[in-house]
């Protein structure tokens, strides 16, 4: 098999074998991970038909990560696709109203980020073996509400490692702070951040970048890694559940092979969108990629424009892990529709940093035929959940409805009827209170954990296992921090002075 090295989209780092990749999480240039060559599927797609997600699963990552022995893939694995999911489909698909959910919140903390994250601690572990690191792994992640908990559920108590996490305060749901605050484990720390997602993750990859930092870290030990979708080891894994959807709806007579199946996901930072991409150039027959955003739909408009300006307010919606008005990922594609020219890409984001926009060129624009965008504003997305819930019987979360929202807008401006995915990012448990109250306001008046409740009778879907956890868990993590104090927190957490 071919082997598949890496290379920074800033042009500073070739050659990088997958393992070390995963290892370093950024590109010491602040550029982000990408194959040299994209490999295609060595099996046919219809042969996957039927198959199981950790088969698929191993079909896939192997032609991504070439240099992990394929015992030691197996394993990461069937250690991170198990019990830690209540299906064994680990994601299912789930019809409704015409459209198919696939539902990526099975997993321990309920949100899709725990299809990578379950598998990220595996591989990074796996990779620190492979190259001799016997530095402690520090992970650092800037999460708008779900990598964090996923994050810190994939990586509490795992040897060798620590974690620390940065979260808007204020900005992520009352479920979502309680499953982070809740945390145990010696080797994990969890801080509010007095500013938005994008200064949690502008900051991060300030300490990551700062060379004086980095040269501490490693006269005590220590270096550092990410667990966001920066990583090329988060990416990866997401590839995989395009893979199966396509196969699983194959083997269901959905679709016939060959023909496209479109996807429609709901994107902030770009992260799961891009994999859907990935899984088309490696091979697997989809359509359109439909990009989904909320009110902060900086995205919609660079699809509509060409020009990427962040220059606009920030808004605190119902669906608060699409609230990021810099999406990293699309610095990947971007790349690649520049003719994989660093040069290129690294003027429009000095552009990005320095005038918070960039244009990309008339013959870039021509290599996005392939994405549609839609957005859908605060009463939208409420309506969705109200009107798949009365007419479907089916309860979808707030992120998923801007996507089902955008995708039957779509449907009616086009008149496309290829069979869609529609990626269900999160589990209604997790956003109650918007997600009851766009039901029926009179849910309102419930305190969060009687909503649970109320939410469970109105769906006949049980408690999952992760709610029920935080009800009368204790709170051990309280610190608030500037922006400007990031650094600071880290290096005591670390012992550093
Ligand atoms: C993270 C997240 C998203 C956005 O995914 P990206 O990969 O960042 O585009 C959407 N919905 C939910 C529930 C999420 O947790």
Known sequence: MKEILYRSTRGGASGVKASEAILQGLAEDGGLFVPETMPVLDVKIEDLAGKSYQEIAYEVMKLFL????????????????DSKFDTEEIAPIRKADGAYYLELFHGSTIAFKDMALSILPYLMTTAARMNHITD???????????TGKAALAGFADVPGTRIIVFFPDGGVSPIQKKQMVTQKGANCKVVAVRGNFDDCQTGVKNIFNDKAVKKEMAENGFRFSSANSINIGRLVPQIVYYVYSYATLLSRGVVKNGDPLNVVVPTGNFGNILAAYYAKLIGVPIGKLICASNENKVLFDFFQTGAY????????????????????????LIF?????????????????????????????????????????????????????????DYIIDTHTAVASHVYRNYCSETGDTAPAVIASTASPYKFTRSVMTAIDKKYDAMGDFELVDALSVLSGVAVPRAIEDIRSAEVLHNTVCEIAQMEDVVKA???LK
């Not at 070439?66 to 696709?81: F, G, N, P, V």
């Not at 792994?137 to 779900?146: E, H, K, N, P, Y």
């Open 66 to 81: 070439t240099d992990y022995m394929e015992e030691d893939l197996k394993y990461c694995i069937s250690h991170a696709y």
């Open 136 to 146: 402690e792994i520090v992970i650092l992640t800037a999460t708008s509400g779900d």
């Open 309 to 332: 300006d962040r220059n606009r307010e920030f808004m605190l919606t119902s669906s608060p892990s699409m609230d990021i008005l810099i999406s990293s990922n699309l610095e990947r």
């Open 336 to 392: 690649r529709i520049a003719g994989d020219d660093a040069e290129k890409n690294v003027a429009m984001m000095n552009a990005l940093s320095k005038d918070g926009r960039y244009e990309i060129t008339d013959e870039m624009k021509v290599q996005l035929s392939d994405f549609r965008a839609g957005f859908a504003d605060e009463a939208q997305t409420a309506e969705e959940i109200a009107a798949l819930y009365r007419d479907a």
């Open 493 to 495: 957490f670390l012992g």
